[in-house]
C-alpha cells in the first residue's frame, strides 16, 4: 500500500526527487508556476487524468487585498507576478527563445526567415565544418 503525502511547492524540487516521490506515494501537491519546465509543469499540462487540478489565481481569493496584489505586482514585475499570483507558466526571464518557437522548429513547423516575406528572398543553411576542420 503506498504512503500519503503531500509535495510542497514542486514546481521548485528537483525533477527526479517529485518524481520519485509521486510514483510512491498517493500525492497532494500545491504550488505556483516555475516556468515552462520540470515535472510539475509536466504534470499540470501532459499529466491527463492521474491528476485533479484545481487553479486559484491570486485576484479570486477574497482575504488577499486588491492594495497587497497592486503592490506585489510593482515589486515583482509583470512576469513573476503572473507566475506566482496569476498560476501562469511562463517561459524563462532572459530566454532567447519562447518555448512555442522551439517547439515550432523542432515539429518542422517553423517558417526559415525570408520565406514567404514578400520577395526577401530564400536564406542559405548554416553549414558547420566537420569535425577537426577549419572555420575558415
Given at each position: 500500500m503506498a504512503g500519503v503525502g503531500v509535495l510542497d511547492v514542486p514546481a521548485f524540487v528537483a525533477d527526479?526527487?517529485?518524481?520519485?516521490?509521486v510514483?510512491?506515494?498517493v500525492m497532494d501537491t500545491m504550488s505556483s508556476p516555475f516556468?515552462?519546465?520540470?515535472?510539475?509543469?509536466?504534470e499540470w499540462?501532459?499529466?491527463g487524468e492521474?491528476?485533479?487540478r484545481f487553479e486559484i489565481p491570486a485576484g479570486d481569493v477574497p482575504r488577499i487585498s486588491a492594495g497587497f496584489l497592486a503592490?506585489?505586482?510593482?515589486?515583482?514585475?509583470?512576469?513573476?507576478?503572473a507566475q506566482e499570483y496569476g498560476c501562469r507558466f511562463l517561459d524563462a526571464a532572459g530566454s532567447?527563445?519562447?518555448g512555442d518557437d522551439i517547439a515550432a522548429m523542432l515539429s518542422?513547423?517553423?517558417?526559415?526567415v525570408g520565406h514567404g516575406l514578400g520577395g526577401l528572398g530564400d536564406v542559405a543553411p548554416l553549414r558547420l565544418p566537420e569535425f577537426g576542420q577549419s572555420c575558415t
Amino acid at each position: 500500500m503506498a504512503g500519503v503525502g503531500v509535495l510542497d511547492v514542486p514546481a521548485f524540487v528537483a525533477d527526479m526527487l517529485a518524481v520519485a516521490a509521486v510514483d510512491r506515494l498517493v500525492m497532494d501537491t500545491m504550488s505556483s508556476p516555475f516556468g515552462k519546465r520540470g515535472h510539475f509543469f509536466d504534470e499540470w499540462t501532459n499529466g491527463g487524468e492521474t491528476w485533479q487540478r484545481f487553479e486559484i489565481p491570486a485576484g479570486d481569493v477574497p482575504r488577499i487585498s486588491a492594495g497587497f496584489l497592486a503592490a506585489e505586482r510593482r515589486a515583482l514585475g509583470a512576469d513573476w507576478f503572473a507566475q506566482e499570483y496569476g498560476c501562469r507558466f511562463l517561459d524563462a526571464a532572459g530566454s532567447l527563445f519562447s518555448g512555442d518557437d522551439i517547439a515550432a522548429m523542432l515539429s518542422g513547423s517553423a517558417v526559415p526567415v525570408g520565406h514567404g516575406l514578400g520577395g526577401l528572398g530564400d536564406v542559405a543553411p548554416l553549414r558547420l565544418p566537420e569535425f577537426g576542420q577549419s572555420c575558415t
